[in-house]
């Protein structure tokens, strides 16, 4: 499963010895992240370079996977490649928080050992929307969302009523109005 990454690191250890840790993790073991993936296929390659800056272990380096996210409009996937830069400081009180450099975030480090997966899938799941949307208006397959149980008959009403017309008319008038809640 995490071919030859290890399961749990020493941070500090790791930044005292300037390790690399390089590899894949399956998208399938990130628990958190499962549930807000279309599809959950796929592996996050991480790059985590450890080293020491006087008193500060720092952990720098990069994720890059590709995320289906799932659209809370229409629930189809969204493709969301993920290629982000990791700076994490390690520490353990507010006071080493705020003497941290620009642009690195707090990794708060209570017992020796901490789970690799729980500090990738936390960058992992910063990367993500809140609210997953397509960009552009949602293609929602009638197919999909309703079955009709004769094609003649799915046909038949569309063309029957007006407001399906208006309604798409609508949509490409003003995009965004319809989706607001
Ligand atoms: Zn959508």
Redesign the pocket.
């Known amino acids: 499963m995490l071919d030859r990454l290890p399961r749990t690191i020493d941070p500090l250890h790791l930044a005292d010895k300037r390790s690399v840790i390089k590899g894949e993790l399956s998208l399938k073991d990130f628990g958190r992240l499962c549930g807000m993936l279309f599809d959950t296929g796929g592996n996050v390659a991480i790059e985590l370079h450890f080293s020491r800056e006087g008193r500060l272990a720092k952990i720098e380096g990069k994720i890059e996977t590709r995320l289906q996210l799932i659209?809370?409009?229409?629930?189809?996937p969204?493709d969301w490649p993920v290629q982000a830069p990791v700076r994490l400081g390690v520490v353990n009180s507010l006071e080493q928080v705020d003497r941290l450099p620009p642009d690195f975030e707090p990794l708060f480090v209570e017992e020796e050992k901490m789970p690799l997966l729980d500090i990738v899938e936390d960058e992992l799941l910063l990367n993500l929307p809140q609210y997953p949307?397509?960009s552009e208006?949602?293609?929602?397959q009638e197919t999909d969302s309703r079955v009709p149980t004769r094609p003649e008959a799915g046909r038949q009403k569309r063309q029957d009523n007006p407001f399906s017309i208006l309604a798409n008319l609508k949509n490409q008038e003003n995009p965004h109005g319809s989706t607001k809640k």
């Not at 659209?71 to 189809?76: A, I, R, T």
């Not at 208006?137 to 929602?140: D, F, G, K, R």
């Open positions: 659209c809370q409009n229409c629930l189809q969204i949307k397509h208006a949602c293609q929602i």
